[in-house]
């Protein structure tokens, strides 16, 4: 089955304590991206990857780094979490970074963090 | 800058009735692309419509219908008979030639009532 994957679907930690969300996608799609969803703000970017090594800003990057060592994969990493960082979070991909309906975002079924 | 605006924050509506969700968007590009997702208390995301710049014909999908009204800048969403699973949080969303992203609006949280 065609799917992003992302782990873990609930965490709760501190304040400080690194932690790692995983994403991976068995579509061999080219691009992919994180977002954080906050009550009345929707859905906005952190990071996104238009191919492997290939890396850049979203709208919201303060606090979160990326790597995409590896096409299906694209990890979230929270070198020191803070309360505002609490959300839920979102990995995405679609075949390439264009704007046509063929690059549907697929989103995994999304992580629920909370930072005490 | 691109952006998206839904100016419901909930509807109510009876089962069985045709809804419509509204969406207007702003960008300065002329080739974009707009996309519905629905997302569900289970919290997923689930894609529904999508509707190009250029494309000639408002968009279907079985009871989904996209309202496009180019000159406007609006793509409203438009589900017929609805069904309690439609209780649900829709998103509009835009992607732009330019922009590496999906920009979403704030939402719209539709009950269906029995």
Redesign the interface.
Known sequence: EAQVTQNPRYLITVTGKKLTVTCSQNMNHE?M?W?RQDP??????IY?S?NVEVT?K??VPEGYKVSRKEKRNFPLILESPSPNQTS?Y?C?SSLT?????A?????G??S?LTVL | AQKITQTQPGMFVQEKEAVTLDCTYDTSDPSYGLFWYKQPSSGEMIFLIYQGSYDQQNATEGRYSLNFQKARKSANLVISASQLGDSAMYFCAMRDTGAQKLVFGQGTRLTINP
């Open positions: 691009y991206s977002y009345g703000l929707g859905l906005r970017q996104y238009m850049d979203g709208d839920l979102f995405a970074g264009g704007r046509s309906g690059n549907v975002l697929t989103f079924a999304g629920r």
